[in-house]
């Protein structure tokens, strides 16, 4: 009889050792189980921020992509007017006929159009642009945003 209680008793501590041994074990994975969450935590919260950042790339390309459509939407509209007769304009047979002239308007224009990538790039309007009240004041590629405060009349 003793020897079944010594029996039991010696199994039960046995059993419980190897409960300890278990719980331990799983202490130990709950713990790399935790860390694995928080750094999972920490990618969310930089996916989030990329993701917030990839937003404001986006609609910042968007609002350049207006900006450029209406420079370019202008500069059609200038090269393509009707003239006096009604018929469209014809820059080649015009430099024909007025080379001087032409090269003078394309030259300023091109000026015009290498500020205006300037501004779209980031750099500051000059004092000259801002305080631009007269058309013959005004960057006539992109006067929205080279000019801010030219109203047309």
Known sequence: ???????????????VKALQKDL????ANIIKLEDGISEQKAVIAQQEKDFESIIKVR???????????????????????????GDRRDIG??????????????????VHERRCFEIIGG?????????ATKKSQINTVCPESANP????Y
């Open 59 to 85: 609609n910042d390309l968007e609002d350049l992509n207006r900006v450029l459509e209406t420079a370019n939407k202008n500069l059609n509209e200038k090269f393509n007017k009707l003239n006096a007769a």
């Open 123 to 131: 750099s500051p309007l000059t004092e000259e642009e801002l305080n």
């Open 1 to 15: 009889m003793i020897l079944v209680v010594l029996a039991a008793a010696g199994g039960g501590v046995l059993y």
């Open 149 to 152: 405060n030219y109203v047309t």
């Open 93 to 110: 047979a015009l430099s024909v006929n007025r080379p001087k002239s032409i090269e003078k308007i394309l030259n300023k224009d091109e």
């Open 24 to 27: 331990d074990t799983a202490k």
